[in-house]
């Protein structure tokens, strides 16, 4: 499976943005399907997940302000982003899964290529 991510952009803090990843190849709905994150410097960290029946998990950081959503019919998942942080910026990925979701990114075997979001002060 190909994914592509897109939807980044520089955002004031308190904006919000809409990530998109579109799947190619294969179906998604058989996949669990996850967003990461890397900050200059640092670790992919875990950003969400979904599971195929779409329940969904999110890093502390992010609760209540990201969703993840999936449209199997679109195999395209989703990160609304919402109430940003300059802390939030970093180059996003989605990924997919056949396991159980999971904050692991060694878990998930396909990667899209990332989209930078950048959250200015």
């Known amino acids: 499976v190909q994914l592509q991510a897109s939807g980044g952009g520089s955002v004031q803090a308190g904006g919000s943005l809409r990530l998109s990843c579109a799947a190619s190849?294969?179906?998604?709905?058989?996949?669990?399907m996850g967003w990461f994150r890397q900050a200059p410097g640092k670790e992919r960290d875990f950003v969400a997940a979904?599971?195929?029946?779409?329940?969904?998990t999110y890093a502390d950081s992010v609760k209540g302000r990201f969703t993840i959503s999936r449209d199997n019919a679109k195999n395209t998942v989703y990160l609304q982003m919402n109430s940003l942080k300059p802390e939030d910026t970093a180059v996003y990925y989605c990924?997919?899964?056949?396991?159980?979701?999971?904050?692991?990114?060694?878990?998930?075997?396909?990667w899209g290529q990332g989209t930078l979001v950048t959250v200015s002060s």
């Open positions: 990924a997919t899964t056949t396991l159980c979701p999971s904050s692991d990114p060694s878990t998930y075997g396909y």
């Open positions: 190849g294969r179906s998604i709905s058989s996949y669990v």
């Open positions: 979904i599971s195929r029946r779409s329940f969904s």
